[in-house]
């Protein structure tokens, strides 16, 4: 794993905002009860500022623990919402960041999230943060190695989400698929634009793989998803 260190082009989108994002989310947080849950358990009601302080003091420490950028966060939050994911797995919780993004989006789908982490003192970190959130409804965490939780993990989820060790995605994929990931499911690797030499195996198979679209993009011009999407039939 790589130690994230801040480029120019960070401090770039920093200043300017992302003037090349997706969307201009920069100060969006989402609303308490943004819609009905679709079943599940019901969304809570929560205080925006409280929402908005905690994520400002976990995006200001995400060099420090590796977390997605914000915008990345946005994104995921977004894709959530837009397949209507219910079942959702996250590789790679470090302290929650983005866990609370699609937290907060599945309290609009009714739907839950799994998240793994190896490391003790980021589990309890991310415990503590999404309990913060108003989020221990929804996401479940789990310490251990995911290589080997995955195993254990019944599924199928619709929404996969891979930001663990970037050498082990080979391994997650094969673990995963086909029985874990549900056709129309979607698969999501950060980092495949800035750490495509460590994916390189996995960037191949899936870009070529019969079953799945696959697009890569960047909402920051720098970090990079892989986003594939698993034919129906
Ligand atoms: C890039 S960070 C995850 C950031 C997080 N998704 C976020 O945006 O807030 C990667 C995390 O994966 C964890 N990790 C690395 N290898 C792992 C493994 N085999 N199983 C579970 N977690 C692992 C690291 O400890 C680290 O906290």
Not at 15 to 42: K, Q, R
Not at 169 to 179: E, G, I, S, T, V
């Amino acid at each position: 794993m790589k130690i994230r260190q801040p480029s120019s082009r960070r401090e770039f989108l920093k200043t300017t905002g992302g003037a090349l994002g997706l969307f201009g989310m920069t100060t969006h947080v989402p609303s308490s009860n943004a819609g009905a849950a679709e079943g599940g358990p019901p969304p809570v009601k929560r205080d925006r500022a409280q929402l908005n302080r905690l994520l400002d003091q976990m995006d200001a420490k995400g060099y420090q623990f590796w977390s997605v950028p914000r915008k990345d966060g946005e994104f995921l939050h977004f894709m959530v919402k837009a397949i209507r994911a219910r079942n959702v797995l996250e590789l790679g919780t470090s302290h929650g960041f983005s866990a609370i993004w699609m937290g907060l989006a599945l309290e609009e789908t009714g739907g839950r999230l799994t998240t793994i982490e190896i490391d003790k003192e980021r589990y309890d970190l991310a415990r503590r943060h999404v309990s913060e959130a108003g989020l221990s409804h929804r996401i479940t965490l789990i310490k251990g190695d995911a290589h080997m939780e995955v195993l254990k993990i019944e599924g199928p989820f619709d929404f996969v989400f891979f930001d663990a060790d970037k050498e082990g995605q080979l391994d997650y994929f094969n673990k995963l698929y086909p029985k874990k990931l549900v056709p129309g499911g979607i698969l999501l690797v950060h980092n495949a634009i800035r750490q495509a030499s460590s994916m390189k195996d996995y960037l191949e198979m899936i870009r070529k793989h019969p079953d799945f679209d696959t697009v890569t993009l960047s909402v920051t011009m720098d970090d990079g998803f892989c986003l594939s999407y698993r034919h129906r039939v």
